[in-house]
């Protein structure tokens, strides 16, 4: 069986190598084409087109990056009617991928259309369900909640778990907390870096104020944000910060308290039980597009697991660094506020199911498309 697997940032590399490793663990014949990032390139031979490095966050980068993106949209579109897939699979990136998925429908492509990690609609625009039912023939969901929702417009819907579960858990180290150690974790994206960590540097001068014991460490994702973070760091007092590359999950072990930028590193954080504050900062014009179509409580996920406001969220002008130290400083000192914390994360994380979420996708896939192709 051939398909043509999509990823567009990071996260969705990450999962969808999972996804592959397993569904060919199942059936070591399958052919793998499309595009992502260097996980799934590293299990196809470097066979996909690269472009999880295009990764763009908000309204305004879209519009900037929009010649790029339809050019990619279009290309991939011709790629797969030539190819003509047994299924495509779309991991997560909704703003493209969803549009990708009713084009390739509506102008004729044959095969099922499967999408993993399931877009946050329930979040913004719940309307879109029913349309997304009408393109779509499985959704593969990572969070309990999720597939009585599509299932009521008629869409076959599974939960599989998060994949996350399992990648972390083979992370885990046994390695005591520095409670001189703050964390800082400012996202995957350069514009998401240039917003918030110096929010993250300033709060950190702040904390160091009245408390000139602590240390202050960073995660960068990959290189090129590792010299970008310290120069950052460096025009804010702190030039001998240590910066890590790719190794988020053993600052978070390590780490007392964190800074978290609003994202996947939210849910990480939680599997760890780093207790953190969440910070979220974004163009404005974003942000105002945003705040008109939101229609969740809150904005990070444990949150929205927990039904409570589990992690302080400061958000957008709320992301006021003498706050976020305050909120720190109580997650540090307080053990209450800190077991609360770290207690609440537990029960979100044990919702997710147990670690093996990409074998259980892997197997709701195949088979729905080998019952599918026997009843052709």
């Not at 300033?202 to 590792?226: D, I, W, Y």
């Not at 949150?303 to 002008?317: H, K, T, V, W």
């Not at 909120?327 to 537990?346: F, N, S, T, V, Y």
């Amino acid at each position: 069986m051939k398909f043509y697997i999509i990823a567009g940032e990071t996260s969705g590399d990450a999962h969808a190598a999972v996804l592959m490793r397993e569904m060919l663990a199942l059936r070591r014949e399958l052919r793998f084409a499309g595009a992502g990032g260097p996980r799934m390139n590293a299990i196809t031979g470097g066979r996909l087109f690269e472009w999880t490095h295009e990764a763009v966050v908000g309204l305004w980068d879209v519009l900037l990056k929009y010649p790029y993106f339809r050019t990619q949209f279009y290309r991939m579109y011709r790629e797969i009617m030539a190819l003509q897939p047994d299924a495509v699979i779309f991991v997560d990136y909704p703003g493209f991928n969803l549009r990708l998925a009713r084009y390739l429908k509506r102008h004729g492509y044959r095969g099922r259309l499967v999408f993993y990690i399931s877009p946050q609609v329930w979040a913004w625009n719940r309307g879109r369900i029913p349309r997304m039912a009408a393109y779509l023939d499985l959704m593969l969901c990572i969070f309990p909640f999720e597939p009585a929702l599509y299932r009521q417009s008629g869409l076959k819907s599974e939960f599989v778990g998060h994949p996350m579960i399992h990648e972390l858990a083979r992370q885990r180290r046994n390695v005591e907390r520095d409670p001189s150690l703050v964390g800082l974790f400012p996202g995957s994206r350069a514009r998401e870096v240039k917003r918030i960590f110096p929010v993250m540097l300033a709060a950190a001068r702040a904390l160091q104020a009245t408390r000139p014991h602590l240390r202050f460490e960073a995660s960068a994702v990959n290189e090129s944000l590792h010299g970008y973070m310290r120069r950052l760091a460096a025009a804010a007092g702190f030039p001998a910060m240590e910066i890590t590359v790719k190794d988020a999950p053993a600052l978070m072990q390590r780490a007392w308290v964190g800074m978290v930028a609003s994202g996947t590193a939210t849910m990480e954080a939680s599997f760890f039980q780093m207790p953190f504050v969440l910070i979220y900062k974004v163009s404005w014009l974003t942000y105002a597009a945003g705040r008109a179509l939101i229609r969740v409580d809150y904005l990070g996920m444990p949150n929205i697991l927990a039904g409570r406001p589990l992690i302080p969220e400061f958000i957008q002008q709320d992301a006021e660094p003498r706050r976020i130290a305050e909120a720190l400083e109580k997650l540090a000192e307080d053990d209450g506020a800190r077991q609360r914390m770290i207690h609440g994360m537990a029960g979100v994380i044990q919702s997710l199911g147990e670690e093996e979420a990409g074998q259980r996708a892997a197997k709701a896939l195949l088979n729905h498309l080998e019952s599918s192709l026997a009843r052709v």
